[in-house]
């Protein structure tokens, strides 16, 4: 037992595992034998994945296989934070304060450090990719999503690196298995370790990285910032640290002058190639990569840059962590820091106005969000707006915002919609601003879609006006029931009273 083991609370991904198996229905394991390859995540697509993948799907337990077949011994998790009751448990919060909790996070940022080799979990086990018999596709069981996809996805890498001049960075990055020491790697356009790595190139020289995968939740999720609430040179490790009220704890690597987070179950060391390009189905020529947030195949990419992994240290018995790429998940990771990055702005330009903000998962926590306003007086009409033109000004990839008013439940979609049926006129609640930077995995974001729009990944920004004009609020009040305790009536229902969430 090292010291780790001592501490209380969720500070690896085997004490948030155990959290989650002191509740029931939150992780369920399975000996059943499990081909990687499309059987996996087919199986969790029913199991758990919800999000956007076609239906049917549903929000349902972690899970790990004990039994991947070709992988004796190994073990692959998935949909860990695929729900956002999950999340709370996770990170000692209620499902709704999730957004607040991850805005403090950012204020409360405490930067990493380094700890000794001896005491680093994620090094007790070390394969290195000079001695022959090494094989990444042998290793470690990576799965394909679908027949359709290039290949083996990591799917929930974590990648660290850094730039001499530019600090450190922390990204998810779509990583496909290529030979026995390569893989591929896909930046979307802007991502700082791509300036790491096109700065690097530029002078010849390869960009060492580390790919931590199997990690205490506080740490993917706050890596999920983005500028400008973690700007180029911001180390996204120190919200984690905010998180958890104590620093992430990084070790020197094995093979290449890098950093890989301590308390990992798997890490992948190595090096992202100068002057190298591959195309992501290389392989396979299926011509798409894998399945994406916004629920559709995304192309195979031509020419991606390539890592060549020079070893692997991991955990004894490590887990593999791995998501279904368009599931509930997605909107978990994106969407609360999208909404706390919100939330923050909207606090610092309309103080106290929004209360609530649900990145909703039909955008995978990206494209869509539900904004509560608290109204006061007349003017605040025009504040809703206002406040909509925050969220679309900090968020570069919001597409389509509902603003709703104080007695409508963000969090259930119904109720929205309820409120977009009975508290708009199309004609004058909804704001449409075309021609906007947006998200190149959305498909209607494209010239083929509409003329108008210049290149792939811009947009319309649309805002639906969903809240009472204050003048009119009497005639909008909502039927009132008594408010009466059910629980005497209808025990076996487990049902919550006083509602306290
Ligand atoms: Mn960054």
């Known amino acids: 037992m090292s010291d780790n083991d001592a501490r209380p609370g969720v500070h690896d991904l085997r004490s948030a595992l155990q959290r989650l198996q002191a509740r029931p229905d939150q992780l369920i394991e399975t000996d059943h034998p499990v081909d990687p390859h499309a059987e996996l995540a087919g199986v969790y697509k029913r199991v758990g994945a919800g999000?956007?993948?076609?239906?049917?799907?549903?929000?349902?337990?972690?899970?790990?296989?004990?039994?991947?077949?070709?992988?004796?011994?190994?073990?692959?998790?998935?949909?860990?934070?695929?729900?956002?009751?999950?999340?709370?448990?996770?990170?000692d919060t209620s499902p709704r304060e999730l957004t607040q909790r991850m805005a403090e996070a950012v204020k409360d940022a405490i930067e990493p450090i380094t700890i000794d080799r001896d005491k680093a979990r994620c090094q007790e086990i070390v394969y290195r990719a000079d001695?022959?018999?090494?094989?990444?596709?042998?290793?470690?069981p990576a799965p394909t999503n679908t027949d359709q996809d290039a290949g083996p996805y990591f799917c929930l890498g974590l990648v660290l690196s850094s730039d001499p001049d530019d600090g450190t960075d922390v990204t998810i990055h779509r990583l496909c298995v290529q030979g026995r020491d390569e893989m591929t790697i896909?930046?979307?356009?802007?991502?700082?370790?791509?300036?790491?790595?096109?700065?690097?190139?530029?002078?010849?020289?390869?960009?060492?990285?580390?790919?931590?995968?199997?990690?205490?939740?506080?740490?993917?999720?706050?890596?999920?910032?983005?500028?400008?609430?973690?700007?180029?040179?911001?180390?996204?490790?120190?919200?984690?640290?905010?998180?958890?009220?104590?620093?992430?704890?990084?070790v020197d690597c094995v093979s290449v002058p890098q950093?890989?987070?301590?308390?990992?179950?798997?890490?992948?060391?190595?090096?992202?190639?100068?002057?190298?390009?591959?195309?992501?189905?290389?392989?396979?020529?299926?011509?798409?990569?894998?399945?994406?947030?916004p629920g559709y195949n995304g192309a195979a990419h031509p020419a991606l840059p390539v890592l060549k992994v020079t070893a692997i240290t991991t955990r004894r018995d490590p887990i593999l962590q791995t998501l279904v790429g368009p599931g509930e998940e997605h909107t978990t990771l994106a969407g609360i820091p999208t909404e706390a990055s919100i939330y923050n702005a909207c606090e610092a330009a309309l103080p106290g106005f929004v209360s609530e903000i649900y990145a909703h998962t039909a955008g995978g926590g990206k494209f869509l969000a539900v904004m509560k306003c608290v109204k006061r007086n007349a003017t605040d009409d025009g504040r809703v707006r206002?406040?909509?033109?925050?969220?679309?000004?900090?968020?570069?990839?919001?597409?389509?915002?509902i603003m709703v008013d104080e007695d409508v439940d963000i969090f259930d979609?119904?109720?929205?919609?309820?409120?977009?049926?009975?508290?708009?006129?199309?004609?004058?609640?909804?704001?449409?601003?075309?021609?906007?930077?947006?998200?190149?995995?959305?498909?209607?974001?494209?010239?083929?879609y509409n003329p108008r729009l210049a290149a792939r990944g811009v947009t319309a920004k649309t805002i639906y006006d969903a809240t009472v004009p204050f003048h009119l609020r009497a005639e909008f009040a909502r039927a009132q029931f008594r408010d009466v305790d059910p629980r005497p009536f209808a025990p076996d229902l487990d049902l919550e009273y006083p509602v306290t969430s």
Do not use: C
């Open 386 to 401: 206002q406040a909509a033109l925050v969220a679309l000004g900090t968020y570069r990839e919001l597409k389509n915002l």
């Open 131 to 140: 001695d022959p018999d090494f094989d990444l596709r042998t290793l470690l």
């Open 259 to 293: 950093r890989s987070i301590a308390n990992a179950e798997v890490v992948i060391e190595g090096v992202i190639l100068p002057g190298r390009r591959d195309a992501e189905d290389q392989n396979t020529h299926t011509g798409h990569a894998m399945p994406e947030f």
């Open 413 to 448: 979609s119904d109720d929205v919609l309820w409120a977009m049926t009975t508290r708009m006129q199309g004609d004058i609640d909804i704001i449409v601003i075309p021609g906007v930077s947006g998200h190149v995995l959305d498909p209607s974001q494209s010239p083929a």
């Open 186 to 250: 896909f930046f979307a356009p802007g991502r700082h370790i791509d300036e790491f790595r096109k700065k690097a190139e530029a002078q010849g020289n390869p960009l060492p990285v580390s790919i931590n995968m199997g990690l205490d939740p506080a740490i993917p999720i706050g890596a999920t910032f983005e500028a400008p609430t973690t700007p180029y040179g911001y180390n996204e490790l120190a919200i984690a640290g905010g998180l958890r009220g104590r620093p992430v704890e990084l």
């Open 51 to 91: 999000g956007t993948v076609a239906r049917p799907t549903q929000i349902g337990p972690a899970m790990i296989f004990n039994n991947v077949t070709g992988y004796p011994g190994s073990r692959v998790l998935v949909g860990l934070m695929a729900s956002r009751e999950r999340v709370g448990l996770l990170l």
